[in-house]
Every structure is written in C-alpha cells, then in structure tokens.
C-alpha cells in the first residue's frame, strides 16, 4: 500500500518569507516517483515537479526548490521570497512502479500569503 | 501538457437524477483518470480508464453508480447515478504523459446536490 502525509494543514506566512511545504511517503516499491501539484483558488490543478526514486538530487527552479531524501521518505517543497500568487493548496503525490499508473495523492497543505 | 476539456463545469442537481461528465484530450492517451475531490478534500481516483475495455475501479467505488465509458483514446464519460448530497464534490479527469508520467487534470467539474 501506498501512503503521503502533509502533516501541515494550513500554513500562513508574509510575503517575501520562505516556507517549506513537507511531504512523508510510504511505498513498498522501489522503484517510484513522487509529485507535487498546485491548485489555486480557480481550482485546476497544475504539475509543478517529478522526482524519480533513483535520483535524489535536489532541484531549484526559480523560487521553488525541492529536496528529496530516500532515508527519511520524505520530499520537502520550499518556496523563497513566497508571494501572493503563490496561495494555493498544494498537494504531494506518489506513484509507485508496480500499480499500474494510479497516483495517491496527501491531504493538501493550504499555503496562505498575505500581502 | 495536454489540454483536457471538461463539461459541465458547475451542475446543481436533483436527488436521485443521475448526470453524465464528458472529458475530452487533444491527444491520444491510454489511461485515463477520474478524480473526486469532495469539499476541502484531497483527490480520490474513482477509476481508471481504459479503450476497449472495462474500467477498473477503487475500493469503495462501483460501476453501478459510477458508470465510465471510454469509446476511444481521447475521449470519456463519467455519470453520477442517482445522485445524493454526498455525492457533491469535484469530478476532475486527468491523463499521464510518458511513463511514470506526471498527471495533467482537466478545470473539474463542481457537482452540488440538493
């Protein structure tokens, strides 16, 4: 079975902060891909990153950077210098190698900027 | 990315009525996904997709009520069948590009029974 925890419901920051967005994963396979996806107040959710289980390099891409470890199942979102625009719920999904394409998909943390 | 076209974007609903969802893609897909994300929820997969043959569907979820065509490898339908209050909620389709594929969603389709 497969399992993601967002343990942070709802984080509210000022704008310009950084904020980290945590992630904990459970699989069995070992081969498998984890994701995280934006949905803001219109509703559609948009792809932001995949990382594959073998590559535990981290990734910045502009003001969002992303940092997997194997040895804590965890792939932690930050984003620097947050903004507005970057209120949205934020959702962190895996896929394993072996079930037939199905993402599970964790509870989503609410991420709130204030002005 | 792939554009995925959803209708109805919004529906109110009667108890008991039943409603179909269509979803269309710009490209052909092998599997497609139907989500529910039910109010300030996280995504749930309803079922998975498949042309030519029968979907297949997550605990909790039967055919009965939640019917799924799939007559080619860019379009689908889901139909809400005899709808409850419960049943309210987000309808999201999506499809993966590649393998493993990110999923790409489609704007849902916000159902409210009364």
């Known amino acids: 079975a497969q399992k993601v925890t967002q343990a942070q419901t709802e984080i509210s920051v000022v704008e310009k902060e950084d904020v980290t967005l945590d992630c904990v994963y459970e699989?069995?396979?070992?081969?498998?891909?984890l994701f995280w996806y934006k949905q803001p107040p219109s509703g559609e959710l948009v792809f932001l990153i995949r990382r594959n289980s073998f590559d535990e390099q981290n990734e910045i891409s502009g003001r969002y950077s992303w940092n997997f470890q194997k040895s804590t199942s965890s792939f932690n979102f930050t984003i620097t210098a947050s903004q507005v625009v970057d209120s949205a719920v934020y959702f962190c999904?895996?896929?394993?190698?072996?079930?037939?394409?199905?993402?599970?998909f964790g509870d989503g943390t609410t991420l709130t900027v204030k002005p | 990315s792939a554009v995925i076209s959803q209708k109805p974007s919004r529906d109110i609903c009667q108890r008991g009525t039943s409603l179909t969802i269509q979803c269309q893609v710009d490209s052909q897909v092998t599997m497609m996904f139907w989500y529910r994300q039910q109010p300030g929820q996280s995504l749930t997969l309803i079922a998975t997709a498949n042309q030519g043959s029968e979907a297949t569907y997550e605990s909790g979820f039967v055919i009965d009520k939640f019917p799924i065509s799939r007559p080619n490898l860019t379009f689908s339908t889901l139909t809400v069948s005899n709808m409850s209050p419960e049943d309210s909620s987000i309808y999201l389709c999506?499809?993966?590009?590649?393998?493993?594929?990110?999923?790409?969603f489609g704007e849902g389709s916000r159902l409210t029974v009364l």
């Open positions: 699989t069995r396979d070992t081969t498998y891909y």
């Open positions: 999506s499809v993966g590009r590649g393998d493993p594929g990110e999923l790409f």
């Open positions: 999904a895996l896929k394993g190698g072996t079930n037939a394409g199905k993402s599970t």
